[in-house]
């Protein structure tokens, strides 16, 4: 590398070696032969030394030394391409990546014409998505090096990522002529195919067709030929051609619901009775094997014809035992009609098997199996709790527990029946019991552990999820550093009920930085994609990456994140409050209970310092053996991010910031939810942003419409805080009146509390609750609360959890009327069948007891 301050031949030798090092990950010998140059007196502030020497020590972890060598280096030689490449190298490790394609641009202006800084600079636009950037910088890269097939294909994807498919294409043309023709050449025919995706996507269909059958013989992937002629055919109005080809599809994968579909419409079946007659009469005699052609006309058939379809293909599944049927058929239950064809059915096949052990009295085969019986008492009891109707569900479910005691599935059926009915508890039981019975199975212990987070027991949760993970390690390290999600949003979930707050900050920013990691992970992509021709997977990649928090676990963290922010802006005192652990519920204790706790805590302190110290050694003992194995010198691995500490994050000083960087890629990519909407309206009614307000809710009557409870009550909250905002801008302010008067049309809270639906009358009396003089008006609606329409399990339990909160007013008779009230119309539900929390409360002497059975079992330093 030309140096604006070269060394001697030794120096560059020994120089030579120090990038070579560092490339080969050999770290610590780098450090050696920079040593050797530094030490000599005429070349101890050479610069670009002085910058790889920081550029190994960063790898080490060393940042801040790192990036003082770097600087140091930079400034004794400004004009070296090698610092600021260097420096530039620095900030992209550090993932400040507009940082880094600054120093690539000033490395450029000292050496125009460097090929690795190109492709740095490449790499980092392509990451950022700086289309006309890498655009520009891909075409130098290929007038430096034209006879590269990776510059051809860079610059051509730099167009086409800019949708400009012609200059595309053409180059591609161009990069084709230069190409020898090999059969079978897997990435020569990638790279056709994906010429066929550019040229679809510029909307030539019958270009795409010509190229598909110029290249046809080259091209290895036969199944993405037939599918993009088959549906581009049906696009060009050649329905005929097109199920010539879905059908020769179908014979490869008869189980493909999109070929039986495409070949429909090129049918132009316009009814159900005509698609129904295509299976009957065509594709089931053609295809008598595939479940998918005995499926699929049960959404096309009705009354007799129904009866008939579902009868047979439900006596199959309950022969050879599905236990997925239920699943299979739950699409179906839309129609009220098809239900009850299918009780009747289910039914008759139980009353038929126990008197003649045949589904039906008439049937001339011989006797059904003696689990069929089984399978329809597991359908029935999924069937009856989605209807919810909890006691039969559980009557069938229990005789299938009954008749197979060892049959796992059905303690997993009678533990989502407990959940959907409100009693966790006893839901994480029946899957507790269920991975009993099977140790080995990783799917029961995961259901199991997501039970007992969704019951508040974490550490339980924990201890299950262990007997998966590695060794050594904590479940909860572990489980993070494998990105599991659900463990980490259910857990999230659990700590915010338990108002351990911080706790569920840091499982919602683990969740956050493994999004983080898959945007950064796509970085090592870009060029090896371009180089093994997987062009047509490269373009999803990058799609997908684009809208990576679209996806439900990002949700359910920013909701948990938000929700929790929200409420530590509404009341700043939850960050000095102690975490109830375990539900526990607090009690003033006296002087000597006080003593036995502090006892208590003492030896659990000193027994986990012992763990931790047992711990500890044992990693000492592990890396003594390995190096003893291995005596080379190893290379540490690269520093880990900071600590998310749930102190540090509970004590914010700006919560609705923080809010705010969860809710900007909710905005961003799941606008069609209205919980976004709704959350942004929580976030800038306290910023006190009316536009930002605004905004918000004519995006949530764009999702939920006007007449939607929720946005509804967010209106009439607006208008009531608006007010508070002080003196607004006359612009703002005619802006907002013509906002609030076309959407709100004059409504009020009173105008919610009369209409009778659950769902409105809740959102009515959160508003009253901050209103002087509604406490009259909320005792008189919650003593009819449980007559309104709509009452479902979540509205019940938010309703009274606010009561018990004293969040809504209520005399303490009135709380037990409604709980009994609660209770009838779900009476599985653990919430009310349980006294309220205030009048609960835990007797002094059982803590007494509690704490001194477990002092009795413990040794202190000075002998008690």
């Not at 527990?401 to 407990?418: C, M, N, Q, S, Y």
């Not at 999803?540 to 949700?555: A, M, P, V």
């Not at 409420?567 to 000095?576: E, G, K, M, T």
Request: hydrophobic letters at 35%; a neutral charge.
């Amino acid at each position: 590398m030309p140096s604006s301050n070269p060394l001697p031949p030794k120096e560059n030798t020994l120089f030579k070696r120090v990038v070579r090092c560092y490339e080969q990950k050999q770290y610590k010998n780098g450090l050696k032969f920079a040593k050797q140059i530094l030490s000599n007196p005429k070349f101890s502030q050479h610069g670009e030394t002085l910058a790889m020497k920081g550029l190994t020590l960063n790898c080490l972890g060393k940042k801040e030394e790192a990036y003082e060598l770097v600087r140091l280096g930079l400034k004794n030689d400004l004009k070296s391409h090698v610092c600021w490449h260097v420096y530039g190298l620095l900030q992209r490790a550090d993932k400040k990546y507009d940082e880094a394609i600054r120093c690539y641009r000033n490395a450029l202006k000292c050496d125009k014409e460097n090929v690795q800084i190109l492709r740095d600079l490449s790499l980092l636009q392509i990451h950022l998505r700086d289309l006309e950037g890498y655009k520009e910088t891909r075409h130098q890269l290929l007038l430096l090096r034209p006879a590269q097939r990776v510059s051809w294909i860079g610059y051509a994807m730099a167009h086409h990522l800019l949708k400009e498919y012609d200059v595309c294409l053409e180059i591609l043309n161009e990069f084709s002529k230069t190409t020898t023709k090999v059969n079978y050449d897997y990435e020569q025919s990638e790279l056709f195919l994906y010429q066929a995706q550019v040229i679809l996507e510029s909307g030539d269909l019958e270009g795409v067709l010509e190229h598909l059958s110029t290249y046809e013989d080259q091209i290895c992937d036969k199944l993405s030929l037939k599918e993009m002629r088959a549906d581009i055919l049906y696009q060009l109005g050649k329905p005929k051609e097109s199920e010539v080809l879905y059908r020769e599809l179908l014979k490869r994968n008869q189980e493909n619901r999109q070929y039986f579909i495409a070949t429909e419409k090129c049918q132009n079946c316009l009814n159900d009775e005509d698609k129904l007659n295509l299976y009957e009469n065509d594709l089931k005699i053609q295809y008598p094997k595939s479940s998918l052609v005995k499926r699929i006309p049960l959404a096309y058939a009705h009354r007799d014809k129904f009866r008939e379809l579902v009868d047979q293909y439900m006596k199959v599944s309950f022969r050879k035992g599905v236990p997925p049927l239920f699943i299979d058929l739950r699409t179906l239950y839309n129609d009220p009609e098809k239900v009850k064809t299918i009780e009747d059915l289910i039914l008759g096949y139980v009353k038929n098997l126990k008197t003649s052990e045949k589904f039906s009295i008439l049937d001339p085969d011989p006797k059904e199996p003696a689990s069929a019986i089984l399978w329809c008492y597991f359908y029935l009891a999924q069937h009856f709790d989605y209807l919810g109707k909890v006691e039969l569900a559980l009557q069938y479910i229990d005789a299938a527990i009954e008749h197979t005691p060892t049959l796992i599935d059905a303690f997993v059926v009678r533990g989502k029946i407990f959940k959907h009915a409100g009693d966790p508890i006893e839901a994480y039981k029946c899957l507790d019991e269920a991975q009993s019975l099977d140790t080995a199975d990783r799917f029961i212990n995961s259901k199991a552990a997501k039970y007992m987070l969704r019951a508040n027991l974490i550490q339980e949760a924990e201890e299950m999820c262990s007997k998966f993970t590695r060794e050594g390690v904590s479940a909860t390290e572990n489980l993070n550093e494998m990105q599991c999600m659900w463990f980490q949003t259910e857990s999230a979930a659990a700590y915010k009920r338990l108002g351990m707050f911080g706790e569920a900050l840091k499982k919602c920013h683990e969740v956050e930085r493994h999004f983080s990691e898959m945007v950064d992970d796509q970085f090592d992509f870009h060029t090896y994609c371009m180089r093994k021709m997987t062009l047509r997977s490269y373009m999803t990649l990058l799609r997908l990456e684009d809208k990576i928090r679209d996806h439900n676990f990002y949700f359910k963290a920013a909701s948990c994140a938000i929700d929790v922010y929200l409420q530590l802006y509404d009341n700043p005192n939850l960050a000095d409050e102690q975490p109830k652990e375990n539900g526990e519920v607090h009690v003033e204790l006296s002087a000597n209970e006080k003593k036995l706790k502090s006892k208590l805590k003492k030896a659990q302190k000193k027994a986990e310092m012992e763990k931790a110290m047992q711990k500890e050694q044992n990693e000492k003992r592990e890396m003594h053996m390995k190096n003893k194995q291995n005596p080379q010198d190893r290379e540490p691995e690269p520093p880990s991010q900071d600590e998310l500490i749930p102190s540090r994050l509970l004590k914010t000083d700006s919560p609705l910031k923080e809010a705010i960087k969860f809710l900007m890629p909710l905005q961003q990519l799941q606008y069609q939810r209205l919980e976004t909407h709704l959350y942004a309206f929580e976030i800038y009614i306290r910023k006190q942003k009316p536009l930002l307000v605004i905004r918000s809710l004519k995006r949530a009557v764009k999702v939920a419409g006007v007449e939607h409870p929720k946005v509804k009550a967010c209106l009439i909250r607006f208008m009531n805080t608006l007010p508070s905002f002080g003196e607004l801008n006359p612009l703002v302010k005619e802006v907002i009146d013509k906002t609030s008067q076309s959407l709100l049309n004059g409504q009020s809270v009173n105008q919610l509390l009369e209409v009778k639906s659950a769902e409105c009358v809740l959102e009515g009396l959160k508003i009253l609750r901050t209103t002087q003089g509604g406490r009259q008006k909320i005792e008189e609606t919650l003593q009819h609360f449980d007559e309104l329409e709509g009452l479902s399990l979540r509205v019940a339990e938010e309703i009274y959890n606010l009561v018990l909160s004293r969040e809504l007013p209520a005399s303490e008779t009135l709380v037990h009327e409604l709980r009994a009230k609660f209770s009838r119309n779900f009476p599985f539900a653990a919430l009310f069948r349980q006294e309220d929390q205030a009048s609960k409360g835990t007797s002094i002497q059982d803590m007494i007891a509690s704490l001194s059975s477990q002092v009795g079992s413990l040794q202190l330093d000075d002998g008690t």
